[in-house]
């Protein structure tokens, strides 16, 4: 981490991505901070102060947390003089060895934190197991300048240091220095053509451990990860792939499923290639999907929605989630309808079995464990037929937190759902190893889970049908949705 001396007042501005920064609370907001949560604060004493002004009335890390497609992120200072300094990490991301995973992290608070390897977001420890060695690395701290520069331009300038390729030949002279840094003669180059499903957007490839989920690459104590965040027309480039064998995930906005493909050998001083076709989960006939498959909740209200009363106009979610006070926004709980509610607005960004209390409120709401979806059928499905309830989760909670411990009352829970008067319920259990405390962390993305409920088509019917999501009653628990659908066979 870069750790500015606390005594100093030289930054002005912290900066995740090109989209989210703002001014550095001030000493005065501060000395006058009220905890509402872990590393979290209300700033509203101090209206005056500038990040009060322009961001929000609470203060948090994780407000300024991003995931693996950031580049560099670090703090600006604003002179008197007009002149701008800026100090930014080079993304672990592209380091060729790094251990990653889809989720919040690298964060910046006054603090630049470059984290190659957390817990956040839920994922998985290393496996520090006997013949456990990992050189974590290559990363730097940039430092610029510039004449009244705005932060924008000193951003997208310490990101064009993100590519190995600028300094590859210098650490090949310091690799036989390095223990476990591999240079580029033990290197190779990684392409595939994958042909997409219709509807794909926002194509992202993850190379990582042989013959496991990439989120659980952890486990692996050999294992390395490299991703590419912009894969256009399918087609996929990663150089600097450490010689060995990999899995390959591709994942996209709008499909159900990922394409995964093992055992992919990549050999010193060679290019790799790789060409298939990608063909989106399906269980049959689409009755109706709810939000849209990214592994992220953030199209739901309270999501990716904008805070339009601060100029910086953040997204809801980044900002400590006691504001959004679900009983009030959804006084009688989640009851969406096909066809007429709206997603944006009418289901929310997490799924809370209680809630509260909060800065602003003092007792615990317990009676919005159940949430219903209700739609209509034209006829009744054939006796024979099957229906299939997929559920993509963007993230889950248990009193397990990041630990992955079976610990609290709720380490582990049932996710429940009921078909219509059916009695017995469809049943999916989360354990402690699943768990993320995404949602109070200011994240809509941790541990992905997924889940496809199997029942006879005929516990449909024509007209009116409903489905209960339902969480233990009076639990300190959560899950937050990717994507729900429903299809018919």
Not at 257 to 270: F, H, L, S, T
Request: charged content about 15%; overall charge negative; aromatic content about 14%.
């Amino acid at each position: 981490m870069f750790r500015p001396n606390a005594a100093q007042t030289l930054w002005t501005h912290l900066v995740t991505n090109s989209e989210q920064w703002s001014p550095i609370p001030s000493a005065e907001a501060l000395t006058n901070e009220v905890p509402v949560q872990d590393a979290t604060w209300y700033l509203g004493l101090t209206p005056e102060d500038q990040y009060v002004v322009q961001e929000s009335d609470y203060f948090t890390k994780y407000t300024f947390a991003d995931n693996q497609t950031n580049k560099a992120h670090g703090l600006i200072a604003n002179q008197s003089d007009g002149a701008t300094l800026g100090a930014c990490h080079r993304d672990p991301e592209l380091c060729p060895d790094a251990l990653y995973q889809a989720h919040l992290d690298l964060m910046v608070d006054g603090i630049i934190y470059n984290k190659l390897s957390s817990s956040h977001g839920g994922a998985i420890s290393p496996n520090v197991t006997y013949g456990f060695d990992r050189t974590y690395g290559p990363q730097f701290l940039y430092l610029n300048h510039g004449h009244q520069a705005s932060v924008q331009s000193l951003l997208k300038d310490a990101e064009q240091f993100a590519d190995l390729g600028w300094n590859e030949a210098f650490y090949d002279t310091i690799a036989p220095y390095v223990p476990g840094y591999y240079p580029s003669t033990r290197r190779g180059e990684f392409k595939a053509k994958i042909s997409v499903p219709q509807g794909a957007s926002d194509v992202v490839a993850v190379l990582a451990a042989n013959s496991v989920e990439f989120q659980a690459s952890a486990t692996v104590p050999s294992a390395f990860q490299y991703w590419q965040t912009d894969v256009e027309n399918g087609e996929i480039d990663i150089q600097h792939v450490r010689e060995g064998q990999y899995r390959l995930t591709v994942y996209a906005k709008g499909i159900f499923g990922d394409y995964i493909q093992d055992n992919i050998e990549v050999k010193a001083g060679r290019v790799t290639s790789v060409k298939a076709t990608w063909k989106q989960d399906s269980a049959g006939h689409e009755l109706w999907r709810i939000g849209t498959p990214d592994k992220t909740s953030g199209e739901f209200r309270n999501g990716w929605e904008r805070d339009l009363t601060h100029p910086r106009t953040p997204y809801k979610y980044r900002i400590y989630w006691g504001p959004w006070d679900f009983p009030t926004q959804f006084p009688n709980g989640v009851n969406f309808t096909i066809g007429k509610s709206d997603e944006g607005t009418d289901f929310n960004y997490v799924h809370w079995a209680q809630y509260g209390p909060t800065y602003t409120r003092n007792n615990t709401v317990t009676d919005i464990n159940n949430w219903q979806i209700n739609f209509d059928l034209l006829q009744r499905p054939s006796p024979n037929s099957n229906a299939t309830f997929t559920v993509l989760f963007a993230g889950a909670y248990t009193t397990a937190g990041n630990t992955h411990l079976w610990q609290g009352t709720y380490p582990s829970f049932d996710f429940l759902t009921y078909v219509n008067d059916e009695p017995t319920p469809l049943s999916f259990t989360i354990g402690p190893d699943q768990s993320s405390s995404c949602g109070v962390r200011s994240a809509i993305s941790c541990t992905t889970l997924s889940t496809k409920f199997e029942f006879p088509g005929t516990w449909l019917k024509e007209g009116g049908n409903k489905l209960i999501l339902s969480l233990p009653v009076n639990s300190p628990i959560y899950v937050q949705y990717d994507a729900l659908r429903l299809e018919l066979a």
